[in-house]
């Protein structure tokens, strides 16, 4: 099972940033980099959703929701990767996940929460 840290929610007004760090301390180089990269959020009543996800190649996909405000990028020498997040609104409010896909298995952080006021 990978272990993946995640940091950086918080609580932010309408139209700020935050960057979300997700971290795999105990995964090898060689190993991390066969991983999607993914960022999820969950806010009540809702299902989990994919938000963005990324590949060592750079490729990288984003959820209509959030394309031109979101970016996410890794860093596969320290093992992690950042969903950076711009123009927040209040809709952004959630629970963010990160997770690492191999094949269709994921292992999951343990969330952190965004809020965003009005």
């Known amino acids: 099972q990978v272990q993946l840290e995640e940091s950086g929610g918080g609580l932010v007004q309408a139209g700020g940033s935050l960057r979300l760090s997700c971290t795999a301390p105990?995964?090898?180089?060689?190993?991390?980099?066969?991983?999607?990269m993914e960022w999820y959020r969950q806010s009540p009543g809702n299902q989990r959703e994919l938000v963005a996800s990324t590949v060592s190649s750079g490729s990288t996909n984003f959820a209509d929701s959030v394309k031109g405000r979101f970016t996410v990028s890794r860093d596969n020498s320290k093992k992690r990767v950042y969903l950076h997040m711009n123009s927040l609104k209040p809709e952004d409010t959630a629970v963010y996940y990160c997770?690492?896909?191999?094949?269709?298995?994921?292992?999951w952080g343990q969330g952190t929460q965004v809020t965003v006021s009005s």
């Open positions: 997770a690492a896909n191999r094949g269709g298995r994921r292992d």
């Open positions: 105990r995964t090898i180089f060689s190993v991390f980099i066969d991983f999607t």
